[in-house]
C-alpha cells in the first residue's frame, strides 16, 4: 500500500514539472519519438550502450544529424530534445526507452491502437506485443492492401526472433514464430510503400 502512494506521489510529482506548453504541443509525451527512434534511428543506434551520456554541448552538433535521418523533426524542437534523450537513455541503459505496453487481454489490437504505434508518414510501426514465455505462437496482420513489408520481432534484450521481408496476399499475412525466453517483445515494421495495418492478432500454437 505505502509503495502505491509513493508510485503515485512521484507520477502526479513529474506531471506537475511537465510544462503546459509541451502538453498541447504534444499530449503524449515521448509517444511519436519513440516510434521514430525505433525504427528509424534504431538502424544505427539500437543496442548502442556505451554506459556514457552524450555531452550536452553535443545537442546542438546533433541537431543538424538528426534531421538529416528525419528531415520531420527540422521544425520541431520538442522532437529533436526527445530524441535525443531516447538515444541517451538507450547508451546508459542499454534497453529501449520505457513505454506503456497496454497489450490487450486477448491479443487482438484494433485500428484505433495500432494508429499509435505508427510514424504517419512512413507508416513504420513500433509496437510492444508484450511478455511471453516459451513456446509457438501465430502472428497475423490484416493490411490496408498488399505490400512488401519487412518485420521484426526483438526481445527487449535486442535478440531477433524474426527478420524477415514478406509479400502479403489477400491484404493478410500470417507469420509463425517461436518464442524460447520469457521476456518482452517488440514488433517493428517496415513497409516498402506506407501502408496501414488494420488489425494484428498474436496466438498459441501447438504446431511444431
Ligand atoms: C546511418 C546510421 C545512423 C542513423 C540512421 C542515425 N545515426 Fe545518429 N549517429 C550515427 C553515428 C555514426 C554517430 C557518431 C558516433 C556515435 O556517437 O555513435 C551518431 C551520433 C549521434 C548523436 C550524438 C551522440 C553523442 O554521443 O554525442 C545523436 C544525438 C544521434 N546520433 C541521434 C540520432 C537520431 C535521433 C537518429 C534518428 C533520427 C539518428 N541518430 C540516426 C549514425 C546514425
Redesign the pocket.
Given at each position: 500500500m505505502e509503495k502505491c502512494y509513493l508510485i503515485w506521489t512521484l507520477c502526479l510529482f513529474s506531471l506537475a514539472l511537465i510544462p503546459g506548453e509541451a502538453l498541447s504541443i504534444e499530449d503524449e509525451p515521448f509517444r511519436e519519438s519513440v516510434i521514430?527512434?525505433n525504427t528509424?534511428?534504431?538502424?544505427?543506434?539500437e543496442a548502442?550502450c556505451?554506459g556514457?551520456?552524450?555531452?550536452s554541448n553535443?545537442?546542438q552538433?546533433?541537431i543538424d544529424?538528426?534531421v538529416r535521418?528525419?528531415d520531420s523533426?527540422s521544425e520541431k524542437k520538442w522532437l529533436?530534445k526527445e530524441?535525443?534523450t531516447?538515444?541517451?537513455h538507450m547508451?546508459e541503459k542499454c534497453a529501449y526507452y520505457p513505454v506503456p505496453l497496454n497489450v490487450p487481454p486477448n491479443r487482438i489490437w484494433g485500428t484505433e491502437t495500432l494508429e499509435k504505434k505508427t510514424t504517419l508518414r512512413e507508416r513504420n510501426y513500433f509496437i510492444p506485443i508484450g511478455p511471453f514465455t516459451p513456446g509457438h505462437y501465430n502472428l497475423e496482420i490484416e493490411l490496408a492492401k498488399d505490400a512488401k513489408i519487412t518485420m521484426h520481432i526483438i526481445s527487449e534484450t535486442f535478440e531477433l526472433v524474426i527478420e524477415d521481408c514478406y509479400q502479403t496476399s489477400g491484404q493478410r499475412l500470417v507469420i509463425p514464430f517461436f518464442i524460447e525466453e520469457t521476456e518482452n517483445y517488440y514488433l517493428r515494421v517496415y513497409p516498402r510503400i506506407p501502408v496501414q495495418i488494420t488489425q494484428l492478432a498474436i496466438s498459441t500454437t501447438t504446431q511444431k
Amino acid at each position: 500500500m505505502e509503495k502505491c502512494y509513493l508510485i503515485w506521489t512521484l507520477c502526479l510529482f513529474s506531471l506537475a514539472l511537465i510544462p503546459g506548453e509541451a502538453l498541447s504541443i504534444e499530449d503524449e509525451p515521448f509517444r511519436e519519438s519513440v516510434i521514430i527512434f525505433n525504427t528509424i534511428c534504431a538502424k544505427c543506434h539500437e543496442a548502442q550502450c556505451s554506459g556514457r551520456l552524450s555531452f550536452s554541448n553535443s545537442y546542438q552538433a546533433s541537431i543538424d544529424h538528426i534531421v538529416r535521418h528525419y528531415d520531420s523533426a527540422s521544425e520541431k524542437k520538442w522532437l529533436q530534445k526527445e530524441l535525443f534523450t531516447i538515444l541517451n537513455h538507450m547508451k546508459e541503459k542499454c534497453a529501449y526507452y520505457p513505454v506503456p505496453l497496454n497489450v490487450p487481454p486477448n491479443r487482438i489490437w484494433g485500428t484505433e491502437t495500432l494508429e499509435k504505434k505508427t510514424t504517419l508518414r512512413e507508416r513504420n510501426y513500433f509496437i510492444p506485443i508484450g511478455p511471453f514465455t516459451p513456446g509457438h505462437y501465430n502472428l497475423e496482420i490484416e493490411l490496408a492492401k498488399d505490400a512488401k513489408i519487412t518485420m521484426h520481432i526483438i526481445s527487449e534484450t535486442f535478440e531477433l526472433v524474426i527478420e524477415d521481408c514478406y509479400q502479403t496476399s489477400g491484404q493478410r499475412l500470417v507469420i509463425p514464430f517461436f518464442i524460447e525466453e520469457t521476456e518482452n517483445y517488440y514488433l517493428r515494421v517496415y513497409p516498402r510503400i506506407p501502408v496501414q495495418i488494420t488489425q494484428l492478432a498474436i496466438s498459441t500454437t501447438t504446431q511444431k
